[in-house]
């Protein structure tokens, strides 16, 4: 049986991506066993690569031909989101589930448009109702979030301490350039 195989036929088959425990099953792996045999061979398949997208392994194409793959394939027009989304998609990103009161509460502004455009635009969805009244929406982040950022899990995420360090580093450049002049 070759195993390396049986996976490039089921992902290719997928299309979409299988879900790592289906995949365990089916070959009578446990995930880090399976997780080796993708390590090992990821330089095997040639102008694709396997790459897991939250609870899923999937192809890609690599992104060093992309300039081919244009060639054939209209790149899909991504509109650029607003500070405001990009803000509340950090904010669901980083505290999901959350619900559209708390993410208004961080920011001290209303959400609504800014979750609309997340959600047409896939990178969040409705991941469960609170226990509350009037039972509001728990948002979380898609896998087409992963996906676009470039990540396999929200692991990838870069630590919040961190970013919040950046943001500061950001904010003292201004204090910096007044001293200079």
């Keep these: 049986m070759n195993t390396k195989a049986i996976i490039g036929a089921l992902l290719f088959a997928s299309g979409e991506g299988v879900p790592i425990d289906k995949l365990c099953d089916i070959l009578s792996l446990n995930p880090e066993e399976l997780s080796k045999i993708i390590e090992e061979s990821k330089f095997d398949w040639h102008g694709l ?6 609870d899923k392994y999937a192809f890609v194409s690599r992104p060093d031909y992309a300039p081919y793959i244009e060639q054939i394939v209209s790149p899909k027009i ?20 959350i619900t559209r009161a708390f993410i208004e509460k961080i920011r001290g502004v209303e959400s609504k448009f800014s979750i609309i455009k997340l959600l047409e635009s896939d990178l969040i969805e409705e991941v469960g109702r609170l226990d509350a009244p009037g039972r509001p929406c ?39 350039l007044e001293l200079t002049q």
């Design 49 to 54: 690569e396997i790459r897991q997208i939250g």
């Design 78 to 97: 991504i509109k650029p989101l607003s500070d405001a989304a990009v803000e509340v998609l950090a904010i669901i990103a980083y505290k999901q589930p």
């Design 138 to 176: 728990l948002y979380g982040t898609t896998d087409n979030f992963l996906k676009n950022f470039n990540f396999s899990t929200l692991d990838d995420l870069p630590p919040l301490e961190e970013f919040a360090e950046k943001i500061l580093e950001i904010e003292e450049i201004p204090e910096q």
